[in-house]
């Protein structure tokens, strides 16, 4: 900072007089202007029958500079406003000492804004010298020392003032930037529900609409082919049935959205009648947090069309293990063998998440997904999760989580 800029006042400083008190500027005017009569009057009141020239010249250049203060002046004038009130109180001081009534005023205005160097600077300087030029006229010492302990005194108080609004300022700063951060959270969370909802819908109709098409593409190649009529009834059924699914799945996606808990092994074992998939489970059944079930749910979902998409006529088994702390999900398919009722293969719609859509979906979830090609030919995808989501860290009271 440098010296210049040290006796400008800051934008952000509290005005003069009463501003820590009064906010209204009206009334703080009326305040600060009835003050400036008190103290002219006091001052003619009490100077005595000859005060000589030099008094009441010192009193009428200080009425101005207060009332320029009341007035509202900025930059360096403020400076200047002040230095001529702490002067011209020590200067009508010298015949009656309610002068350095001025000079506390503007000490205490001083300290309000400026930094402390500048506002002793500003509040001492004149006094000082003038005290210093009349020392062979007059009781130097004394006077001093009452100048000097009004200023100070001035500006103890109006660094107490300054204070009062600076911590007053950061409250309403700290209180102003929580609710701006709760407004932020509160929308960020707003905005991840409507992702979340509008993800989950979308699979849900890219399953049931992908696994539709499948269906079809079946029961057209049947047809086709002049199967049996039983056969044909089955896949209609079949495709009913899919139907029926992708409406249950969206009510259960908004559920699990709120929040509401479901065993995964209950849905999945309804997809695997779906997929005509063999289903074996290791362990005993437990249920697991909302996320967790939706995860490994659009995990084995994923899956199992991916295998109809991509081996028609495989065999393809689930299996899911509860222990302790996680549920493990594996899905797999042999290679695949077309029988003469199989239908072909369709085109990929797109419509599922992949792969990395599968992975994403269960690290948020607090696990980890291994794939890959199988050594006869097939393919295999592995999840592991916490089925509780405080199970992420180590248990601090030394359960084993056999409570879940």
């Not at 350095?100 to 400026?114: D, K, M, N, Q, R």
């Amino acid at each position: 900072m440098n010296v210049v800029s040290r006796f400008i006042p800051a934008a952000d400083r509290p005005g003069i007089g009463l501003s820590g008190m009064i906010p209204d500027p009206r009334v703080r005017a009326a305040g600060m202007l009835a003050g400036l009569g008190v103290s002219i009057w006091i001052n003619v009141a009490t100077l005595p029958s000859d005060p000589g020239i030099v008094a009441p010249v010192a009193l009428a250049v200080a009425a101005p500079a207060w009332i320029a203060l009341i007035a509202g002046i900025r930059g360096a004038r403020v400076a200047a406003a002040v230095a001529v009130m702490c002067a011209a109180g020590a200067v009508i001081a010298v015949a009656d000492p309610n002068g350095l009534i001025f000079t506390g005023v503007a000490a205490s205005t001083a300290a309000v804004a400026f930094d402390p160097v500048a506002a002793l600077v500003l509040s001492t300087a004149g006094p000082v010298a003038y005290c210093l030029a009349t020392i062979p006229h007059g009781p130097f010492p004394g006077r001093l020392l009452a100048t000097a302990a009004v200023a100070l005194a001035g500006l103890a108080a109006g660094a107490s003032r300054r204070e009062i609004h600076q911590r007053a300022r950061h409250s309403t700063l700290v209180a102003t930037e929580r609710r701006r951060t709760e407004l932020a959270r509160a929308e960020a969370e707003l905005a991840g529900e409507r992702n979340r909802l509008g993800r989950e819908l979308h699979d849900v109709l890219a399953h049931t609409l992908g696994a539709l098409s499948i269906q079809l593409t079946a029961i057209d190649t049947l047809a086709r082919t002049d199967a049996p009529r039983d056969k044909l009834i089955t896949q209609i059924e079949l495709g009913h049935e899919l139907v029926g699914t992708g409406l249950d799945e969206a009510r259960q996606a908004v559920r699990a959205l709120r929040g509401e808990s479901a065993p995964p092994a209950a849905r999945i074992k309804r997809l695997c009648e779906l997929h005509q998939a063999e289903l074996k489970l290791d362990g005993s059944p437990q249920e697991c947090d909302a996320d967790t079930a939706l995860a490994l749910y659009r995990l084995a979902q994923e899956a199992l069309t991916n295998a109809a998409r991509h081996a028609p006529g495989a065999h393809v088994s689930v299996r899911i293990g509860f222990g302790p702390r996680d549920v493990t999900v594996q899905v797999g398919n042999t290679r695949p063998v077309p029988g003469p009722d199989t239908p072909a293969a369709p085109i990929p719609s797109g419509g599922g998440f992949g792969l990395q859509g599968m992975r994403e979906r269960i690290q948020q979830a607090g696990g980890d997904l291994q794939a890959g090609p199988t050594p006869d030919g097939g393919w295999r995808i592995a999840a592991r999760v916490p089925c509780r989501r405080d199970n992420l860290g180590n248990r601090s009271d030394g359960s084993d989580g056999s409570d879940l």
